[in-house]
């Protein structure tokens, strides 16, 4: 199934998957794109394919500081990714980054008070990270006057987020840090049989 794909079916992330945690600010932010974005019809069909468990928070919204089974939050991109964006979870990027803007005063809070440059912001992503997910670092080594590399410990994310979604989110931080073509790839990932997932940004 295209689901399996986009979420991914290696065996650490199986592992980790049923026990991870996020947060309800990154949650909610996909009930706030489905209120924004959806037509009726694409809302209906998201509501019918969403678990019982999970459908509950369409009307019942995380709370931002709570955290929430991470299975919930992949069940509602699973049916944005099929119902709003085609079947194309590449277009998790852009949600990445719409994401980092909604969520722009508590990033803020965590970073920009300290961080007034890209290199700056990701030597706070561990802080980030941890703000978002449960378990798991993510750690940022300097490679070049800018380049930076960060590296996922103990923990896993979707396939998809992995891919783009998270990218996105780092894309938005570094631009407004003041680097406005930054960009943040991801070069290795667990999900393509590699040891770990690595993301390289340059600015
Ligand atoms: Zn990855």
Not at 49 to 63: F, G, N, Q, T
Request: proline share 6%; hydrophobic share 40%; glycine share 8%.
């Amino acid at each position: 199934m295209q689901e399996v794909q986009w979420v991914g079916n290696v065996s650490s992330w199986q592992a980790f998957y049923p026990k991870a945690r996020v947060k309800g600010s990154l949650f909610g932010a996909r009930i706030r794109y489905i209120q924004e974005f959806a037509a009726p019809s694409a809302l209906a069909a998201l509501r019918a394919d969403l678990p019982e468990d999970s459908r509950v928070h369409l009307d019942d919204k995380p709370l931002p500081f709570k955290w929430y089974p991470l299975t919930r939050m992949v069940d509602f991109d699973v049916g944005i990714i099929r119902h709003l964006m085609g079947g194309d979870p590449s277009r998790m990027r852009g949600f990445g980054s719409q994401i980092a803007q909604y969520d722009l005063n508590r990033v803020f809070r965590l970073v920009l008070r300290v961080a007034v440059s890209p290199a700056l912001a990701l030597r706070s992503i561990s802080s980030i990270y941890q703000a978002y997910f449960d378990p798991g670092d993510l750690r940022f080594t300097d490679v070049g006057p800018r380049e930076g590399q960060l590296r996922l410990h103990e923990s896993a994310m979707p396939a998809y987020l992995c891919e783009h979604g998270y990218s996105g989110f780092v894309d938005e931080l570094l631009r407004r840090t003041g680097a406005p073509h930054a960009r943040c790839e991801h070069t290795t990932c667990a999900h393509r049989g590699d040891a770990g997932c690595v993301w390289k940004c340059t600015w």
